[in-house]
């Protein structure tokens, strides 16, 4: 591997003491944030585009679900096989590559003239994406040796994905407010001109010296994986066949556990899922997966509770989240001094028990909660969020040596954008089926426009703007009633899930005992 600090006294490399990062180092983490920002950025922008995407083009549920879904599931798809290409091929070779393709389809996505376009465009991102997340992680782990200094490295990277969060909305609300929805997807464009010109200036390349060959069965075999889970998942929830949803699972069954024979048959596999044998490495990957799960679910409702129940414009939505989203940036910094004195089991349960309580409140909330009840249910998550994160992001990279960073890193997203499918699949589909259970339509609506209102919420407002005013009053009144309903529902799973998420933690980020 490639050696980056020649200014380290020869006699303290002697001693095997970590050499310590200088300033060229810490420009390189700058660097390495834009990636980061870009992919917060497009997360969180993307919630608040959907109401507006869903009336652009009167979408049905599903295939709404699919506009959000497509990119970070094929990102889980492909991560760990990317975090091997970063190993074998050069960690930032693969971040540049992946740069200038997020450019051309983040431009694909924002003029696409169909909802399938869309879905489209959002795959490819998903496909270069996945080359952007493990790249930046796996160069952190190589370029900060020190463990106190790579810990805040890492709380660092943590809070660039808050803080692309958090100027998201802002900056995206603007953008809605003045343009059409597609603009969003353009914000990617000029950040990712920046990375492609300082990168390598700034950022020194890796990769393992030792690198096997790539194994392109056990790529098929993740993706294989991935997709059909997830698509069991979105057909149970909406009350599908059940023999789809068997098959599905069967089939992803299948192909994980052929991954993980082939993995533990080769002599340099893909992913050493032996790994999973550490306890404290399982804990902190199911954390990383369990955080990301609470907060990506919650904006899923909030975003369409705030701005289509409460008639926010996204601008004004996207302010009220802000200060949820700053505090994940203050507790992944905060919790740096304080996990040194206090254990990670501690810790990250705690933190986990502040998620848990946010969803708690909003489920005891009537109809959906208002503005201010919102605002500090985000706080609370955003402060669990932040310290688990951070913490459990933290354990990964130490759990591995430097050569494997690649892995490492795509365990660690794997499990951020599985947490970030599951969020919306899981939650999102439950809180799409309360909608339909609950919805009642008023008389004299054809069997196409009773169908569009069904389908979600912002069809219903469509819908209603077509009928006479009294009828139309009674369909959104029923349409909110029937949304929050469904908030309140997947509120309450989501705090018990955090619950157990918490009791999961401190029983496997505790230290073997003798």
């Given amino acids: 591997m490639t050696q980056y600090y020649t200014s380290v006294p020869a006699a303290t490399r002697s001693l095997g003491v970590p050499p310590l990062a200088g300033r060229r180092e810490w420009w390189a983490l700058a660097a390495l944030m834009l990636p980061v920002l870009l992919v917060a950025v497009d997360n969180t922008v993307l919630s608040f585009a959907m109401p507006e995407i869903s009336l652009a083009f009167n979408t049905s549920g599903t295939t709404l679900l699919w506009i959000i879904d497509s990119y970070p599931l094929v990102l889980a798809g492909l991560l760990v096989a990317m975090g091997s290409f970063g190993d074998r091929f050069g960690r930032r070779r693969l971040l540049m590559i992946g740069a200038t393709g997020f450019a051309v389809f983040s431009v694909a996505a924002a003029f696409a003239p169909t909802a399938e376009l869309l879905v489209a465009a959002r795959v490819g991102l998903g496909v270069f994406g996945a080359m952007l997340m493990p790249s930046t992680l796996s160069l952190i782990r190589n370029i900060f040796l020190d463990r106190n200094q790579r810990r805040l490295a890492v709380a660092v990277w943590a ?34 001109l920046v990375l492609l010109a300082v990168t390598p200036l700034l950022v020194p390349e890796s990769a393992d010296p030792n690198p096997g060959r790539v194994d392109y069965l056990s790529i098929v075999l993740s993706v294989s994986t991935m997709l059909p889970i997830v698509f069991a998942i979105k057909t149970f929830a909406k009350g599908g066949s059940a023999a789809v949803v068997a098959a599905a699972v069967v089939v992803g069954l299948a192909a994980g556990t052929a991954f993980v024979r082939r993995q533990l048959g080769r002599q340099n596999p893909m992913l050493d899922v032996r790994l999973f044998t550490v306890r404290p490495f399982t804990g902190a990957v199911l954390v990383n997966l369990l955080a990301i799960f609470s907060l990506v679910g919650f904006l899923y409702f909030v975003s369409q509770h705030l701005q289509l129940v409460l008639g926010l414009s996204p601008l004004e939505a996207g302010a009220v989240l802000v200060p949820g989203l700053i505090m994940t ?120 426009q009773g169908t569009t209102a069904t389908e979600t919420l912002g069809g219903a407002i469509n819908v209603a703007s077509e009928l006479p005013a009294d009828s139309g009053s009674l369909l959104l009144d029923s349409a909110f009633h029937a949304f929050d309903s469904g908030v309140v529902l997947t509120s309450g799973i989501g705090a018990v899930l955090m619950l157990a998420a918490s009791g999961l933690a401190f029983w496997s980020l505790r230290k073997p005992s003798a």
């Fill in 329 to 448: 940036i203050v507790a992944g910094l905060a919790v740096v001094p304080l996990v040194r004195r206090v254990a990670p089991h501690v810790v990250v349960p705690a933190a986990l028990l502040l998620s848990a309580g946010a969803y708690a409140f909003v489920a005891l909330l009537s109809q959906g909660g208002s503005i201010g009840a919102l605002l500090a249910a985000f706080v609370l998550l955003g402060a669990g969020v932040g310290a688990s994160e951070t913490v459990s992001n933290d354990l990964i990279l130490s759990s591995v040596p430097a050569a494997k960073a690649g892995a490492a890193s795509a365990i660690s997203e794997t499990a951020y954008e599985v947490g970030s499918v599951f969020g919306t699949a899981l939650l999102g589909s439950i809180l799409l089926a309360s909608y339909q259970k609950h919805l009642r339509l008023p008389a004299g609506l054809s069997p196409e």
């Fill in 159 to 192: 809070a660039g994905f808050s803080a692309g969060a958090a100027l998201g909305p802002l900056v995206g609300g603007a953008l809605l407010e003045h343009f059409w929805w597609g603009s969003v997807f353009l914000l990617a464009v000029p950040v990712l």
